[in-house]
Every structure is written in structure tokens, then in C-alpha cells.
């Protein structure tokens, strides 16, 4: 079953914030996300494991909520180039990565 | 390094036709997997692999085959094409795998992009 995402989009003007929630029905293994612009293939952005490690850029940030088998992800004093469409990928059992549906996020002047 | 290679990058096949897409990764990553991105549905798991050898069913898997003899590559069959496999097809591949978790990134490759009419 895909993760669920909230909101499914999002406009912002630069130096805004906003947060990405994805939450899952099953016990998760890892959470993925994954930024895509219009036309290319998915870009990593950060992978959260179970136990609590993290791994990602220095500039975007997350939070995993194992117990409640929720993540957020945190856009901070946004730039114009983090619009585009993020995914959150869950994983419940070794391998098995699902997206959810997606939020697309615009950035304006 | 070339990263992950997928071709070809469009297809129009008639309604039955069969195809292959291929997917190769010259990354010696144990994991592979093929999502397919339809409009508003954001990338549902078709088949995923955790090492040659081994595959197993994602999400979608109906009309689809895989088969995983190295580690380089994972190919795609559509068995009968049909108009709701019309679609963006991508292969992913990923270093990480602890042997109970996916703990590195995917990496994707561009995309195949196949119509059936």
C-alpha cells in the first residue's frame, strides 16, 4: 500500500517554509525522499532508517516517527530551486520501496 | 561511470505486442527495482531485485516479468501490451543493502517513456 502525502501541493515564496508529511499503515524499515523536476528522473534527498540513523543533504531536513510510522520533511527559508514534486518512499519489508502520490511544491520570487 | 542505463527511451507498441525494457548498472549495486509513473499516482513498484538471483513482486506487477542473471542488469517484459501500460517506466538501483534494509539511495535511471496504442 503507497504511503499517504500531505498536503498535494504547496506554494511558497522564497525564504518560506513548509513541511512535507508522509505517514504508512505498516511498520516501516526505512523512508526515503526524493525530489523530481518536470521531465527528469527522481533526485535523492534523505533516507531515514529504523534505529533513528540518518543520511542526506545538509540543507533539507526530516523526522521519523517510527512509532506512529510517520515522516515529515522540512523545507526551510526556501530557495526557487526546491520546487518541483517530492516523494516519500516507505519501506515495509527488506526491498520493498513504495512512493506515495506526491506533493508538488512551487517556489516564487 | 555511465550510472544506470535504460533503453530504449520511447516505445509505441500496438495492443498485444510483447517488449523488453532493458535496465543495466555498471555500479555493482545489489538492488534494482522498476517503478512506472502515471499523472497524479506519483512511482508505484512494479518488480524489485535484492541480488542476482533473487526478484520479487511490488505493487503492480500484473503483465509484467523480471529475471535477475547478473547483477548488471534487469530487464522488463511486458507479456501482451496493453493501453493501461502506457506509461513512464524507471529503473532504479541502489548500493545500500544491510541484508534486512535498503540504507544507501536509488539511483534512477532517465526513463523510458512507452505508449500502447
Known amino acids: 500500500q503507497q504511503p499517504v502525502q500531505s498536503p498535494q501541493a504547496v506554494i511558497l515564496r522564497e525564504g518560506e517554509d513548509a513541511v512535507i508529511n508522509c505517514s504508512s499503515s505498516k511498520a516501516l524499515y526505512s523512508v526515503h525522499w526524493y525530489r523530481q523536476k518536470h521531465g527528469e528522473a527522481p533526485v535523492f534527498l534523505m533516507i531515514l532508517l529504523k534505529g533513528g540513523e540518518q543520511k542526506g543533504h545538509d540543507k533539507i531536513s526530516a523526522s521519523f516517527n517510527e512509532k506512529k510510522q510517520q515522516s515529515s520533511l522540512y523545507l526551510t527559508a526556501s530557495q526557487l530551486s526546491y520546487s518541483g514534486t517530492y516523494f516519500c518512499?516507505?519501506?515495509?519489508?527488506?526491498?520493498?520501496?513504495?512512493f506515495g502520490a506526491g506533493t508538488q511544491v512551487v517556489v516564487t520570487p | 561511470n555511465a550510472g544506470v542505463t535504460q533503453t530504449p527511451k520511447f516505445q509505441v507498441l500496438k495492443t498485444g505486442q510483447s517488449m523488453t525494457l532493458q535496465c543495466a548498472q555498471d555500479?555493482?549495486?545489489?538492488?534494482m527495482s522498476w517503478y512506472r509513473q502515471d499523472p497524479g499516482m506519483g512511482l508505484r513498484l512494479i518488480h524489485y531485485s535484492v541480488g542476482a538471483g533473487i526478484t520479487d513482486q511490488g505493487e503492480v506487477p500484473n503483465g509484467y516479468n523480471v529475471s535477475r542473471s547478473t547483477t548488471e542488469d534487469f530487464p522488463l517484459r511486458l507479456l501482451s501490451a496493453a493501453p493501461s501500460q502506457t506509461s513512464v517506466y524507471f529503473c532504479?538501483?541502489?548500493?545500500?543493502?544491510?541484508?534486512?534494509?535498503?540504507?544507501?539511495?536509488?539511483?534512477f535511471g532517465e526513463g523510458s517513456r512507452l505508449t500502447v496504442l
Open positions: 532504479a538501483s541502489s548500493p545500500g543493502t544491510s541484508g534486512s534494509l535498503l540504507t544507501g539511495e536509488l539511483f
Open positions: 518512499g516507505t519501506e515495509t519489508r527488506w526491498g520493498k520501496l513504495q
Open positions: 555500479m555493482n549495486h545489489e538492488y
